[in-house]
C-alpha cells in the first residue's frame, strides 16, 4: 500500500496545487480527458489561495522512494454548497448544518490509476462525521463521466443533473451528487491528520 498523508493545505502547497490545475487544463485542451473546467477561469490559483485562506484546501502527500513527499492531489472541503443545489432532488433533506461537500477533487493525471481519489473520499467522508455532518454532497459536470463512474463506484448517486453557472463557466450541466442514505458515525475513526506549520 502507498504511503499517503492527507493533511491540510499550507502556503508551500499552492504551487503545486496549481501545477496539477494546469496538468488538467492541458489534458483536457489535447482531448486526453474531459471534466470542463476552463484555463484561466477554474480551477485557477486564485481558487487554491482563497480556499487555503479560509481553511478549506486538504492536499493528499505521496511518499516517494527517495523518502520525499510530492503532492499528488487536493480539494476543497467545507459546508458550502452551489446554488443549483437547491434545485437537486436529494434522497435525503438536511439542514445546511449536517451537509459538508467536497469540491474541486484532482488528481495528478501522471499518478492516475493508484486508488489516491478513492483514499481522498474515504478521507472526506471521516472528516464529515468529525464534524457532524451525515450528509455529504458532491457536484460534477455532467459531460465528466469518469467523476460519475468513479463516484456510482464509491456508493454516490446523482441527485440531479441540473443548469448553471459555475465559478465563471457559463451554462454547464452540473451534477448533484450524494450519498442514497444518511451515513451513520462508526464507533471509532482515525482524526485526519494535524495541519504542518
Excluded at 85 to 103: P, T
Excluded at 166 to 191: D, E, H, M, Y
Aim: aromatic content about 8%; proline content about 4%; glycine content about 4%.
Amino acid at each position: 500500500m502507498m504511503d499517503i498523508t492527507i493533511r491540510k493545505a499550507v502556503d508551500n502547497d499552492i504551487d503545486a496545487i496549481v501545477n496539477i490545475y494546469d496538468k488538467i487544463h492541458t489534458a483536457e485542451e489535447k482531448g486526453e480527458m474531459t471534466i470542463g473546467w476552463m484555463r484561466n477561469i477554474y480551477p485557477v490559483c486564485e481558487t487554491a489561495e482563497n480556499a487555503l485562506t479560509k481553511g478549506e484546501l486538504f492536499t493528499l502527500l505521496l511518499k516517494q522512494e527517495s523518502g520525499t513527499e510530492r503532492i499528488a492531489a487536493s480539494a476543497i472541503i467545507n459546508q458550502k454548497q452551489l446554488p443549483a443545489y437547491a434545485l437537486a432532488d436529494w434522497h435525503y433533506q438536511a439542514n445546511d448544518s449536517e451537509i459538508m461537500v467536497l469540491h474541486t477533487l484532482t488528481i495528478d493525471p501522471d499518478l492516475k490509476c493508484r486508488n489516491l481519489g478513492s483514499r481522498f473520499v474515504s478521507f472526506y467522508e471521516q472528516y464529515a462525521l468529525l464534524h457532524d455532518c451525515h450528509y455529504l454532497r458532491i457536484d460534477t459536470q455532467e459531460k465528466n463521466e469518469n467523476a460519475r463512474r468513479f463516484y456510482d463506484k464509491l456508493g454516490y448517486q446523482t441527485a440531479s443533473i441540473v443548469s448553471c453557472d459555475f465559478n465563471g463557466i457559463k451554462k454547464i450541466s452540473t451534477c448533484a451528487v450524494g450519498l442514497p442514505r444518511q451515513s451513520n458515525p462508526p464507533q471509532t475513526f482515525a482524526k485526519p491528520p494535524a495541519s504542518r506549520a
